[in-house]
């Protein structure tokens, strides 16, 4: 399936996160019990998430998965027990939007990780997905929608 990958020039995105590793098959379950202990942190804080969920894969092997996941928020807020105030980089980055369940999402890194390399750029640190549409939102997998964007260094 052909997928239209362009670059885009982000701005700085403070977050609001836990750090996670497990196993591969285990990120769905990461995610339901990290997202709502960030949110309930947001809440305690007087703050809200300033759009969807984010994970962001430091280390990803056939054995583990070293990420962190949590919500973007309008300005830092200070972290507290396993949640850590972050960012996202600004930058230049490579971007596609894939449609369906996230099975399919490896597939999407191999082309995102060809097309960086065939138009000349460094791929430039962690790579992230944004759940523009979840299981929370939409029952049919085949609807949600997930960001996938990778740094640039040039």
């Not at 239209?4 to 977050?15: D, R, V, W």
């Not at 609001?16 to 339901?32: D, L, N, Q, S, Y």
């Not at 597939?107 to 759940?131: C, F, K, S």
């Amino acid at each position: 399936m052909e997928r239209p990958i362009h670059t885009k020039k982000l701005k700085p995105q403070s977050t609001a996160a836990i750090r996670v590793t497990t196993e591969p098959a285990r990120i769905g379950e990461a995610f339901r019990e990290v997202l709502p202990e960030v949110g309930s942190h947001l809440e305690a804080a007087g703050g809200s998430p300033a759009g969807p969920p984010f994970a962001r894969f430091f280390d990803y092997t056939e054995d583990e998965a070293d990420f962190e996941t949590g919500f973007p928020v309008p300005e830092p807020v200070e972290g507290e027990g396993r949640v850590i105030a972050g960012e996202l980089p600004g930058g230049l980055a490579a971007v596609t939007t894939h449609v369906g369940p996230y099975e399919g999402l490896q597939d999407v890194h191999a082309a995102i990780g060809e097309w960086v390399l065939a138009h000349g750029h460094d791929p430039g640190g962690a790579v992230w997905e944004v759940y523009e549409t979840s299981p929370a939102d939409e029952e049919d997998s085949s609807r949600w929608r997930t960001e996938v964007v990778w740094p640039l260094c040039k």
